[in-house]
């Protein structure tokens, strides 16, 4: 079945440094990629999808290309801040489906 | 955006009682919700597919019987766990599909902690 594959957490970064967490996907289809966002004790948010191959998602300085000959969605931002702390979960749906979501990763920024 | 809001957020109940989870589309209609489980520092996993006006789809390992979900009408669903149990103290999250884009991305309530004693 379908299936979600991001990078084991947590990842530990200083103020103004780039972030990479890596997403890998598993679909006999052609789903669409999420990356979600949960701040502590709340529920989830969208960052950012792509709907098809080569799109490209981007919200508060976050990016994330589809990436069909990898079978990707890695997130990217260049210059990350304390604000950004949370868990990052990278997803897909396929068709009529729920969202099947990864492992998640938790992103502690300090100052 | 779609607005979902779920109530409670945070239920403590004594062992052997139940308890009812609400998850509402505030401005739009949806024939289908999803209900997600998630362990502390784990991801989300479906439980369930509630389909307004029939019956509920069930993930392998879910018990029927203990969590029963209703969806009537097209903006509130419910999850109603059943004689619970310490283990079933989680995070319970409901999400619904906006537009009829099969693929479209889900909206999240914010999510219902039970806490069993």
């Known amino acids: 079945g379908d299936s979600v594959t991001q990078m084991e957490g947590p990842v530990t970064l200083s103020e103004e440094a780039f972030l990479t967490i890596n997403c890998t996907y598993t679909a006999t289809g052609y789903p669409s990629l999420f990356w979600y966002v949960q701040y502590p004790g709340e529920g989830l948010q969208l960052l950012l999808k792509a709907t098809k191959a080569d799109d490209k998602g981007s919200n508060k300085g976050f990016e994330a290309t589809y990436r069909k000959e990898t079978t990707s969605f890695h997130l990217e931002k260049g210059s990350v801040q304390v604000s950004d702390s949370a868990v990052y979960f990278c997803a897909l749906r396929a068709a009529g489906t729920a969202l099947i979501f990864g492992k998640g990763t938790t992103l502690s920024v300090s100052s | 955006g779609a607005v979902v809001s779920q109530h409670p957020s945070r239920v403590i109940c004594k062992s052997g009682t139940s308890v009812k989870i609400e998850c509402r589309s505030l401005d739009f209609q949806a024939t289908t919700m999803f209900w997600y489980r998630q362990f502390p520092k784990q991801s989300l996993m479906l439980m369930a597919t509630s389909n307004e006006g029939s019956k509920a789809t069930y993930e392998q390992g879910v018990e029927k019987d203990k969590f029963l979900i209703n969806h009537a009408s097209l903006t509130l669903s419910t999850l109603t766990v059943t004689s619970a149990h310490p283990e079933d103290s989680s995070f319970y999250i409901c999400?619904?599909?906006?537009?009829?884009?099969?693929?479209?991305?889900?909206?999240f309530g914010e999510g219902s902690r039970l806490t069993v004693l």
């Open positions: 999400s619904a599909p906006s537009g009829l884009a099969g693929t479209g991305e889900l909206f």
